[in-house]
């Protein structure tokens, strides 16, 4: 099993947020994740989506393999199986769809490791790090920094 597989599955295995800490949680993220002062300027995110895919090809491919060998996976996994279709098909719009001039307008993170890349890219890197029930509330994170890039 790969050390990301592994990886995968601890922050599966880690505490549901409530409803209250995931509230504050967006609430932090917001207030910590400054953006730069010239959107267009920014790191390209082609590479990096070419490379989460294949990322999240390998680890279909691991999990595929697990099943294939009658092994217990997580509910996370096997939502990766039914689904990656879905997880492709959007890569591949991202990909073909995103135009350059929309992506240039994007608010970019002005530091950490994210530095660069879009603000809705770094708030999604971390929300994907949090186990939750049910959909994201962008809406607590709009409320302290507006996804559009509107200064707060």
Not at 32 to 54: D, F, H, I
Request: hydrophobic share 40%.
């Amino acid at each position: 099993m790969s050390t990301t597989f592994r990886q995968f599955e601890e922050t599966i295995r880690a505490e549901i947020f409530s409803v209250e800490r995931i509230e504050h949680y967006a609430e932090t993220l917001a207030a910590e994740q400054r953006v730069t002062q010239r959107p267009s300027r920014g790191r390209k995110l082609a590479p990096r989506v070419e490379q989460n895919g294949r990322v999240l090809l390998a680890s279909y491919r691991e999990i595929a393999e697990a099943i294939r060998l009658q092994r217990a996976i997580t509910p996370a996994a096997e939502w990766l199986v039914d689904n990656f279709y879905i997880v492709d098909e959007q890569l591949r719009d991202i990909r073909d769809h995103l135009p350059r001039k929309y992506y240039n307008e994007l608010p970019k993170l002005a530091g950490g490791a994210l530095a660069g890349f879009p603000r809705i890219y770094g708030m999604m890197w971390d929300w994907s790090r949090i186990p939750t029930v049910g959909s994201i509330p962008s809406c607590c994170y709009a409320t302290c920094a507006p996804i559009n890039g509107c200064s707060h």
